[in-house]
């Protein structure tokens, strides 16, 4: 058996910033979820459809592994990032850095593992790795997923193999910290700008406050859609609320890092920021609630209701940005 020592393998809520925060803590940067989440300017918002999709897709965060990018830029990190088709030169990535003494990064679709608890492909999940045998892989998963966990080799090839959406390369990771990384406080008021201005200026309608408006409108309609949208609806509310996101699409989580910048900074900014995600956090609960409902009773109404509080979210968090905007 190949063991990393003094792991703390303590499961967070998202799966990006629970292996950011592994690989973190080994190299004596020990940050809390919501400050790795904001630094990381992690918050956005994406409603994606397409012919081929049987469901539309609602995201709370940048795409896999931009956080991770923006981390380590923020916080002057050397990352270093491995991809390749061959599935031998893949181990060879991540066995060298354990064999090391270093947990990795592994960008892998959750389907596969033997822990995990639902079917669902997820192309862009992300654990840590920090020990393997001649059966199992030893990683580090979210707390709803265990949080120190094992899987056999054969599944993590698998899951490492896997294409389709969302998916990279046999991704793995490590980061190393200089001997002055960069204080994260000076960091906060860049990458909330960062956040802002991405969310404020969409490149497309899907995305920022747009796509939630975008959303706001096409939410009612779901129950129309083929298969069998009950379902789906069930399975959209459990992606909001609790597969990952911290709650609420991961405004809790923002919400949190702007209470914990407040403490750090003084901004009337800030605070209008902060009260507001404190806002659109419940009024995210109540679309998953409802979207929930729909699922279950098969009721328009509910997600009537929905689409309302939608175009109220698109309105909030706005004002929220562009307050932010102007630290």
Same mark, same amino acid.
């Given at each position: 058996?190949?063991?990393?020592?003094?792991?703390?393998?303590?499961?967070?809520?998202?799966?990006?910033?629970?292996?950011?925060?592994?690989?973190?803590?080994?190299?004596?940067?020990?940050?809390?979820?919501?400050?790795?989440?904001?630094?990381?300017?992690?918050?956005?918002?994406?409603?994606?459809?397409?012919?081929?999709?049987?469901?539309?897709?609602?995201?709370? #965060?940048?795409?896999?592994?931009?956080?991770?990018?923006?981390?380590?830029?923020?916080?002057?990190?050397?990352?270093?990032?491995?991809?390749?088709?061959?599935?031998?030169?893949?181990?060879?990535?991540?066995?060298?850095?354990?064999?090391?003494?270093?947990?990795?990064?592994?960008?892998?679709?959750?389907?596969?593992?033997?822990?995990?608890?639902?079917?669902?492909?997820?192309?862009?999940?992300?654990?840590?790795?920090?020990?393997?045998?001649?059966?199992?892989?030893?990683?580090?998963?979210?707390?709803?997923?265990?949080?120190?966990?094992?899987?056999?080799?054969?599944?993590?090839?698998?899951?490492?193999?896997?294409?389709?959406?969302?998916?990279?390369?046999?991704?793995?990771?490590?980061?190393?910290?200089?001997? #002055?990384?960069?204080?994260?406080?000076?960091?906060?008021?860049?990458?909330?700008?960062?956040?802002?201005?991405?969310?404020?200026?969409?490149?497309?309608?899907?995305?920022?406050?747009?796509?939630?408006?975008?959303?706001?409108? #096409?939410?009612?309609?779901?129950?129309?859609?083929?298969?069998?949208?009950?379902?789906?609806?069930?399975?959209?509310?459990?992606?909001?609320?609790?597969?990952?996101?911290?709650?609420?699409?991961?405004?809790?989580?923002?919400?949190?890092?702007?209470?914990?910048?407040?403490?750090?900074?003084?901004?009337?900014?800030?605070?209008?920021?902060?009260?507001?995600?404190?806002?659109?956090?419940?009024?995210?609960?109540?679309?998953?609630?409802?979207?929930?409902?729909?699922?279950?009773?098969?009721?328009?109404?509910?997600?009537?209701?929905?689409?309302?509080?939608?175009?109220?979210?698109?309105?909030?968090?706005?004002?929220?940005?562009?307050?932010?905007?102007?630290?």
């Amino acid at each position: 058996m190949t063991m990393v020592e003094d792991i703390d393998a303590r499961g967070m809520e998202h799966c990006e910033t629970t292996a950011l925060g592994v690989l973190l803590r080994h190299q004596g940067i020990d940050l809390s979820e919501p400050m790795l989440f904001g630094l990381g300017s992690g918050l956005s918002f994406v409603y994606w459809d397409s012919k081929s999709m049987d469901f539309p897709f609602l995201g709370g #965060r940048v795409k896999p592994f931009e956080l991770t990018r923006n981390l380590a830029a923020a916080l002057r990190l050397e990352l270093v990032v491995e991809e390749t088709t061959s599935p031998r030169k893949a181990w060879r990535h991540v066995a060298e850095p354990v064999d090391a003494g270093r947990p990795v990064g592994l960008q892998l679709d959750s389907h596969h593992l033997d822990y995990f608890s639902t079917e669902a492909h997820f192309g862009g999940h992300v654990v840590a790795m920090y020990g393997y045998d001649e059966r199992d892989a030893y990683l580090v998963d979210t707390a709803p997923q265990g949080g120190a966990v094992r899987t056999s080799l054969t599944a993590l090839a698998r899951a490492r193999a896997e294409r389709g959406p969302m998916t990279a390369r046999h991704r793995s990771f490590t980061i190393t910290a200089p001997s #002055r990384p960069a204080s994260p406080r000076d960091r906060i008021i860049p990458a909330i700008r960062s956040c802002a201005d991405a969310f404020l200026n969409p490149p497309i309608a899907n995305l920022g406050y747009r796509g939630i408006e975008k959303a706001a409108g #096409r939410v009612p309609k779901w129950l129309q859609r083929g298969g069998d949208p009950r379902e789906h609806l069930r399975r959209a509310a459990v992606l909001m609320e609790t597969a990952g996101t911290g709650g609420a699409l991961f405004r809790n989580l923002y919400r949190d890092f702007l209470a914990e910048c407040a403490q750090l900074i003084d901004s009337s900014h800030l605070r209008t920021g902060h009260t507001l995600y404190a806002e659109a956090a419940t009024l995210w609960t109540q679309v998953a609630a409802l979207v929930s409902a729909a699922g279950g009773s098969g009721d328009a109404q509910d997600l009537a209701r929905a689409g309302s509080v939608l175009h109220e979210l698109s309105r909030l968090e706005r004002e929220a940005m562009r307050a932010l905007s102007t630290l």
